[in-house]
């Protein structure tokens, strides 16, 4: 027995530790600051009320969370924060229905996710509070790390405050609007200055009235910007130097006096480069400063600047670029290379550097514009289809299919600009549907009962024709009774000839009546009464 019970023992033992192996810890899905329909009281999901203890609450179990923040305010007296090494997700109810604010006065990030990167972030609103300092650190939206943000919003209620001012590691950030209310201002909207190589993906996002909208201040840092808009930068659309590396696709800049890109070099730092592809970039005011401003310093360890730009509109500035470089041996340069764009070839008085703007690709005309802050091509620009044949895009910044044929001449080129010209048949009348049937007259019929009969007429366009003759009663029982006889044909527009076979018609009054078919299916019909004598 004293065997036996040794030999349960193990065994039980053994079950244990396999079934306590087979149970790893399974994924928590937090509800803040209640249950909703998205999360609803099922007996596992837990109730949060802070989202700071959501996000942090079992991040190093080994498996991903998620959070799902109802609609309303959450409010904290900190930032909020995450903290942990499982992936996580969180999500709120809307931009218009879910918040997070904070009622702190300290100079602080209002979220702060670089202690649990790859985080996803969707549908709410981060709110900058007014209680953040208005001097000496006015606070910031977010630092992230290694996270995807879609359909992330920044409202700052603050004066100056910063949005995205700290992009550690890789992000993707999708579909985010930065805007101020009355009386506050957004200061730095984007911003990389990461110590390691990092990119950063911003698509579609809109900032209203920033101080600055792109900032990349660190070497090897890039941001790559596709379909966004920067609406009134105070100080720069792009600021880029030490090295940076910023791209624009398919992204307007629309500024009120000052440059849309700024470009820099610094000591002991690698070249910074700036690339515009299918981009607009405008001015609505006299304007005192280029639209392309580049500074190199007179230090032999600084990098070179490199600014490429292609099928762009670039418009209303008093000069086009101004490269600023210092004069002698071994020193830095600056280069420009434009091509495939409409701009003003001129650069300002002094402007070094090596300008490369000659190419025959670039127009300098009224792109016209459709009308008032309205940077879609009207049909008669001469920016459609003058972009680079070359181009990959599929879409513009609308996300309009790009290229399209817009001059109607059999191919279609990307246009100069944010906006590809989509022809439509207000536009381009050739586009319309065709609507009106073909005619069909002077219709002529000659009927004899021992020879073929033949029918003339014109028609107006292509068609397909088609003939029927119905036997109307007849007026004496002599002979064969006449038939119900169906000719169709293919025919040109013009002049028609038909003969038809005397053994088809016999003597006889017929009810004629012709149909006639275009390609697009309109019809009209036509009826004579006709006699085979």
């Known amino acids: 027995m004293r065997r036996t019970w040794g030999v349960l023992a193990a065994v039980s033992v053994s079950v244990a530790v396999a079934c306590s192996l087979a149970a790893p810890a399974s994924a928590t899905t937090f509800c803040v600051p209640s249950f909703t329909a998205a999360c609803p009281d099922n007996g596992s999901n837990q109730l949060r009320a802070k989202l700071t203890d959501a996000m942090t609450n079992l991040g190093n179990d080994g498996e991903a969370d998620k959070v799902f923040v ?36 300290s100079n602080i990030f209002l979220l702060n996710t670089n202690n649990r990167p790859g985080i996803k972030l969707s549908d709410l609103t981060l709110v900058v509070p007014a209680s953040f300092p208005d001097a000496g650190g006015n606070g910031a939206a977010a630092q992230i790390e290694d996270a995807e943000l ?94 940076a590396r910023v791209f624009l696709e398919n992204t307007l800049i629309e500024t009120e006096g000052i440059s849309p890109i700024t470009a820099n070099s610094t000591a002991n730092d690698p070249s910074t480069v700036v690339g515009a592809v299918s981009s607009t970039f405008v001015s609505h005011v006299a304007n005192s400063f280029p639209a392309i401003d580049v500074n190199v310093p007179a230090s032999v360890t600084a990098g070179n600047v490199l600014t490429n730009i292609s ?31 409409n701009f003003d070839p001129v650069g300002a008085p002094g402007s ?24 879609r091509l009207l049909p008669d620009s001469p920016s459609i289809d003058a972009g680079n044949p070359a181009l990959t895009l599929t879409t513009d910044l609308i996300g309009e299919p790009r290229p399209r044929d817009g001059d109607l001449d059999g191919s279609s080129i990307p246009d100069q600009g944010a906006y590809e010209f989509q022809p439509t048949c207000a536009t381009s009348p050739s586009l319309c549907p065709d609507t009106k049937a073909p005619k069909v007259s002077k ?55 038909l003969r038809i076979s005397k053994r088809k018609l016999r003597p006889g009054r017929y009810r004629l009546t012709i149909v006639a078919t275009d390609k697009a299916g309109n019809t009209s019909t036509l009826v004579r009464k006709v006699r085979v004598k």
């Open 70 to 105: 109802a609609a309303g305010t959450v409010t904290e007296p900190g930032s909020i924060t995450a903290s942990g090494t499982d992936p996580l997700e969180v999500t709120g109810a809307g931009v218009d229905q879910t918040f997070l604010t904070s009622t702190s006065t």
């Open 150 to 243: 879609n359909r992330v919003n920044v409202e700052v209620r603050n004066s100056e405050s910063d949005v995205f001012v700290s992009l550690l590691g890789d992000n993707v950030i999708r579909n985010a609007r930065i805007y101020a209310v009355e009386g506050a201002k957004v200061d730095w909207a984007f911003r990389s200055e990461y110590a390691s190589a990092n990119t950063t993906e911003i698509i579609n996002a809109t900032i209203e009235e920033p101080t600055y909208g792109f900032v990349v201040t660190e070497p090897n840092n890039t941001l790559n910007v596709r379909s966004s808009r920067i609406i009134g930068p105070t100080a720069a659309g792009v600021w880029a130097s030490s090295g």
């Open 311 to 341: 099928s762009s509109i670039i418009r209303g500035f008093a000069e086009t670029w101004d490269l600023s470089v210092p004069i002698g041996p071994g020193f830095p340069t600056a280069t420009l290379n434009i091509g495939h764009s």
């Open 352 to 375: 070094g550097g090596t300008a490369n703007v000659s190419s025959p690709t670039n127009i300098n005309l009224d792109p016209k514009f459709a009308g008032e802050r309205d940077y």
């Open 443 to 497: 219709v002529k019929f000659y009927g004899k009962a021992k020879s073929n009969s033949t029918i003339t007429c014109r028609v107006s366009e292509a068609a397909r024709l088609t003939f029927r003759f119905k036997p109307l009663p007849r007026e004496s029982s002599k002979g064969k009774k006449p038939r119900f006889v169906k000719v169709v044909r293919k025919v040109k527009a013009g002049k028609v000839k």
